[in-house]
């Protein structure tokens, strides 16, 4: 059962523009997520996160979106740039525990 | 500070060889956790350890796989008997003790590469 589910499994976006990334998830006890980047051979690293009390977060070029009743959030990073090409993983957590979900992730493409 | 450090980061085993993967967590860090990714998947949970402790291990093969955080020295990974299925990325990471001391981010290491011939 994927409790935390990315369904675009790559997007393209233009230098300049906006990239949207997506992540949908059921267990309505996730009450903190997180959005990492993960380069080729490399280990993920740590974008930027939001708790359920909060529906926004920004962080420069990124910010995250929280929509607790439809149980979706998504990445927002403008202006998209070529350094930003990865894979994004948003991953999600409930208070108390400390077994961190991942999505299948999303692999960005900015073209030049 | 130094980060997450894992060894080794690619192993070659033969089937029914036995992997042992090291995490040394970052300074300060008393969790750790292992992750699997295999090719063209995303990342999925293995195990959360404290030290001398396995506190979730829901996401652990109930076979040949087994993890143990010691109360010195690095924590390891430990795949007994491999098959070609267990090629895979392994990814450790740690956290402090405290979410509510920082962002609650899980830091990574770069990940140990196992192929199973």
């Known amino acids: 059962d994927q409790q935390v589910k990315q369904n675009s499994p790559s997007l393209s976006v233009q230098e300049g523009r906006i990239s949207i990334l997506n992540c949908d998830y059921t267990n309505s006890m996730f009450d903190y997520f997180l959005w990492y980047k993960k380069y080729p051979a490399e280990g993920p690293t740590f974008l930027i996160s939001i708790s359920s009390i909060k529906d926004k977060n920004e962080d420069g070029r990124f910010t995250v979106f929280l929509n607790k009743s439809a149980k979706h959030l998504s990445l927002h990073i403008v202006p998209s740039q070529p350094g930003d090409s990865a894979v994004y993983f948003c991953a999600a957590l409930s208070s108390g525990t400390y077994k961190y979900i991942f999505g299948t992730g999303t692999r960005l493409k900015v073209l030049a | 500070n130094a980060g997450v450090m894992q060894n080794p980061r690619h192993l070659v085993r033969r089937r029914g060889q036995e992997a042992r993967l090291r995490c040394s967590p970052m300074k300060g860090h008393s969790h750790v956790y292992w992750y699997r990714q295999l090719p063209e998947e995303g990342l999925k949970f293995m195990v959360y350890l404290q030290k001398e402790n396995i506190i979730d291990e829901s996401g652990m093969p109930k076979e040949r796989f087994s993890a143990e955080f010691p109360k010195e020295g690095p924590s390891i990974l430990r795949i007994q008997q491999v098959v070609r299925g267990d090629s895979a990325a392994y990814f450790c990471?740690?956290?402090?003790?405290?979410?509510?001391?920082?962002?609650?981010?899980?830091?990574f290491g770069e990940g140990s590469r196992l192929t199973v011939l």
């Open positions: 990471a740690s956290s402090p003790p405290s979410r509510a001391a920082n962002t609650g981010e899980l830091f």
